[in-house]
């Protein structure tokens, strides 16, 4: 017997990126990554997925598209501009500050990831997209500590 119904109070936008990014790490683990970590907050920045495969730390973004017209105007991909890739990196960079202090144990080599979800296909269809931008020179963060 059911005795109330739990209220879901997200917007359609809301619950569309939710269903790309349980997708997402769907299929990152049928590909062999690790996640450690899902929408990871600092301050007003957030990261979808944080994963390691290979001894590589991959920072995700994902983005969710279910409708055609969407798609005719811009793709998920570009969705990821010049303010979004700076916050990601300026998270990703708290991120790896906050886990060398705490576990001492992340790989020191990071990469940024970008995955697409179409989910106005006959099926959900990801195009994972590796080494989508570079934070800065190198593959290695330069530790303040």
């Known amino acids: ?16 990126g939710d269903r790309g990014e349980q997708l997402a790490v769907e299929y990152l683990k ?21 994963a390691v495969k290979n001894e590589m730390v991959v920072f ?4 969710t598209t279910a409708s055609d017209c969407a798609e005719s105007f811009k793709l998920p991909l570009e969705a990821v501009d010049r303010k979004k890739r700076k916050n990601l990196t300026d998270c990703a960079r708290e991120y790896m500050l906050f886990r060398k ?15 697409e979800v179409y989910l106005n296909r006959d099926e959900p269809e990801i195009n994972h997209i590796q080494d989508a931008f570079f934070a800065e020179k190198g593959n290695k963060f330069q530790w303040k500590i």
């Open 1 to 16: 017997m059911i005795l109330f119904k739990r209220r879901d109070n997200r917007t359609p936008k809301r619950k569309t």
């Open 101 to 115: 202090r705490n576990i001492n144990c992340l790989a020191e080599y990071y990469r940024f990831d970008v995955i």
């Open 30 to 50: 049928g590909e062999g990554y690790d996640v450690l970590e899902r929408n990871w907050v600092h301050k007003k920045n957030e990261i979808d997925i944080i």
């Open 60 to 63: 995700i973004e994902v983005k």
